[in-house]
């Protein structure tokens, strides 16, 4: 209760109308040494003293006098031997000044009892201050713990987005890392398939220089070299057809230089008149060259800046009238394998 | 605040409760005769019976001289703890009784007869008496009857506020502003008297 609420129970507390707990809250106040209280509840107890006065006055029976003046011991005796004495149920309205005033006479035996009595309700109320006073403590730990407590969800809460973040991260990390790996792979493979080709030519150039024993001429031979240099170089077999079953080409091309190197054996040879032309195979053929075939002899044939055929199906070599024709008109002797 | 008057039934010098503490038997006589017939009073019209009334006294004025060391002037008039002793022994009783099953209203009926058939104040009664109990008569007549009513069954019947809503069907918040404004009204009224009851 508030010092304004216990205020407030001064007059009901005087008149007596308050229940134990209200009272017993009252004194504990007034123990505590509320001037204010105190002063209020003086008047109001000076009040609660004269309203008997408003009775009509009744005589007590004559006989009464002499009978307490026969029974009570010569001097004032101590409590102990008190006759019937009712069962105290509480601090009663006005009682609370034997509380507040200790006795001013030397302390006898007979106020043994009431000095327990007081240092029981000193200890009460000081117990129940310090009740209080943990109780408010407590109060004012829980509440901290409350902070704390929140404080530590937030916390948590940061932590497991910096977690999640991290995870994020590692992911992202991880698919860089495979990338780079397949890139690494792919790198690898199309070394490997350079060295392979490479090897290829080689071995073709030499199978080649034995086939025909002749030496080829110093351009086309450089022009191959720098053609088989080119990583993206593709290399194109030509088989002979019913029209020269022994002859072989092959044929590298470049679609970046676009360049096109053709190289062939065992053709036979062109008659007089007669050429021969390279054709790239699109919807419809289109002529990339012509070249001549003496007897015995293996032909080269390099063309710069062909039409772009990157996506030729693919490639034949006809006999054509000298100085070729637009398109094929005589049979094919080479066929590439698609 | 007024000087007590050493002629006043109801306004006890308290150097005669000093006498009594050293063994002063004509002192405690003394003191008998200003105050029983107010404590008797009271006494009655607690516990609504001349009977139990007698033997409360007796109890009542047997505590006074085995206790009378106790009191002491600095906690109030003399007279005001008489009474106040008187009517907690008076409520105590009386509840004693209520938890023993008696009807408290049966006996009330028949303190109502008592006092009109009453010889009327002691002789020892002077002029301030009466002059204090028209005053305290005239204060509790001018405050309204809810009120009046109120104060009395708290403090006559020892009811707490809640059971004098119970009794009177009345919202307990009615009941505790019906006593605060009636105290207050009669500490206002008896302002000029509280040496009565002064505590110090």
Redesign the interface.
Known sequence: MTHEELE?SV??Y???????TERQALEAHLLSGCVSCHSVL????????????????????RS??A???A?????????E?????????SL????W??H??????PA?S??LP?ALGLATFLIVAIGGYFAWTVSTQRANDRSYIQQLEASLQQQSAKLADLHREIGDQNKALAELRNELKERIQEAVQAKEQLAQREAELEETRILLSQRGNTRTGETPQDELATLLRIPNAKAVSLTGSDMAKQATGFLLYDSRTQKVWLYSVNLPESPAGTTYQLWAIHDKPVSIGTFNMDSGKAAHLLVKKTPSFADAKAFAVSLEPSGGRPQPTGPIYLLSQS | MDKPSPHAA?IIDPTLLAR??K?D?QA??QL??HS???????A??ILGS?EE??EL???V???V?????????????P???L??LT???A???L??RASRGYRATNSQEDDTA??VA?????PL?TRADEE??SA??A??AGLPQSQQQ??EL??YE?????E?AARLNQPLGT??TR??L???K??ES?QQ????????
Not at chain 1, 71 to 79: D, F, G, T, Y
Not at chain 2, 36 to 42: A, G
Not at chain 2, 118 to 122: A, M, N, R, V
Not at chain 2, 193 to 200: F, I, R
Request: proline share 9%; aromatic share 8%; hydrophobic share 40%.
């Open positions: 407030e007059p009901l005087a008149a007596g109308a308050l229940n134990r003086k008047e109001f107890q000076s009040v609660a003293a004269l309203l008997p006065l408003a009775l009509n006055p009744i005589a007590p029976p009464l006098k009978t307490i003046m029974e009570r011991n010569p001097a004032p005796i101590p409590a031997t008190a006759p019937n004495e009712p069962a105290r149920q009663e309205p006005g009682e000044m034997d507040l005033f200790p006795p001013v006479a006898r007979s106020s009431w | 109801s009594v503490v063994g038997q405690f006589s008998y005769d029983s017939t107010l404590l008797f009073t009271l009655v019209r001349r009334a007698a006294l007796q109890d004025y047997l505590e001289w085995r206790k009378v060391s106790r009191y002491d002037v600095g906690r109030g008039t007279v005001a703890w009474i106040t009517k907690s022994r409520i105590d009783r509840r004693a008592a006092q009453d010889p009327g104040p002691s009664e204090l109990r305290v008569g204060a509790m109120a104060i708290a403090y020892g009811l707490s506020h809640t004098i009941v505790k006593i605060k009636g105290m207050s009669l500490r008896l008297w509280g040496h009565h009851g002064e505590l110090q």
